[in-house]
């Protein structure tokens, strides 16, 4: 008989270990979840299915980044869009 906890891990979502992040589209923060990354590109996760554009800007830990959206595909979990991530702007420093 199996073990009443690990039954329930079977039935039970958990929570995303990756790390989180904004999209700002104007005055608008979408938040999305980054499923990688490194210095000049992003792969994010997004849960809204519209209005984002091919130019964004791209916000992770205070770190504020000019972005264009290089592919997007649509998924049973969300909008995953690839940035190309443009230099970098410290918004701590502003």
């Given at each position: ?18 790390p ?5 589209l ?20 997004v849960?809204?299915?519209?209005g ?6 791209f ?28 230099a ?7």
């Amino acid at each position: 008989m199996e073990d009443i906890r690990s039954m329930a891990n079977k039935h039970f979502v958990h929570a995303s270990t990756h790390p989180t992040a904004t999209i700002r589209l104007g005055s608008f923060d979408v938040p999305c979840t980054v499923l990688s990354s490194t210095e000049a590109t992003a792969h994010v996760r997004v849960l809204t299915t519209g209005g984002i554009s091919e130019h964004i800007t791209f916000v992770r830990d205070g770190e504020v980044r000019r972005a264009r959206v290089a592919l997007r595909k649509q998924g049973p979990l969300g909008l995953d869009l690839w940035l190309d991530l443009q230099a970098s702007q410290d918004a701590r420093a502003a």
